[in-house]
């Protein structure tokens, strides 16, 4: 079992940035792989971003590329997501998930074991 508390969102301007960050404890939680995924009013959870704990791997979803970055510190058992450049489009309740092991894709919500409970970022034009 692992719980994910997410914390670090709240309103920011246009350009602005803000960062995510998912405390993990329980079972060995620096050995998941890890998702960022968000949900806006009246829209299905998408895929943001992810990381792989062997090898490290990361994507992304198009529209944050080279905007956020996923990062995990596995001594702190904690999970970041840096997001610069915030548009409007970004507002939405932002979710950390957990995976044991990914059996098909990576960007997949029924990827994922455990979900923490969200956090809520806005951004006003």
């Known amino acids: 079992q692992v719980h994910l508390v997410e914390s670090g969102g709240g309103l920011v301007q246009a350009g602005g940035s803000l960062r995510l960050s998912c405390a993990a404890s329980g079972r060995t939680p620096s050995r998941y792989n890890m998702g960022w995924f968000r949900q806006a009013p009246g829209k299905e959870r998408e895929f943001v971003a992810a990381?792989?704990?062997?090898?490290?791997?990361?994507y992304y979803q198009d529209s944050v590329k080279g905007r956020f970055t996923i990062s995990r510190d596995n001594a702190k058992n904690t999970v970041y997501l840096q997001m610069n450049s915030l548009i409007p489009e970004d507002t939405a309740v932002y979710y950390c998930?957990?995976?044991?092991?990914?059996?098909?894709?990576?960007?997949?919500?029924?990827?994922?074991?455990?979900w923490g409970q969200g956090t809520q970022v806005t951004v006003s034009s």
């Open positions: 998930a957990a995976a044991s092991f990914w059996r098909g894709s990576y960007y997949q919500v029924g990827e994922y074991d455990y």
């Open positions: 990381s792989r704990w062997i090898g490290g791997s990361t």
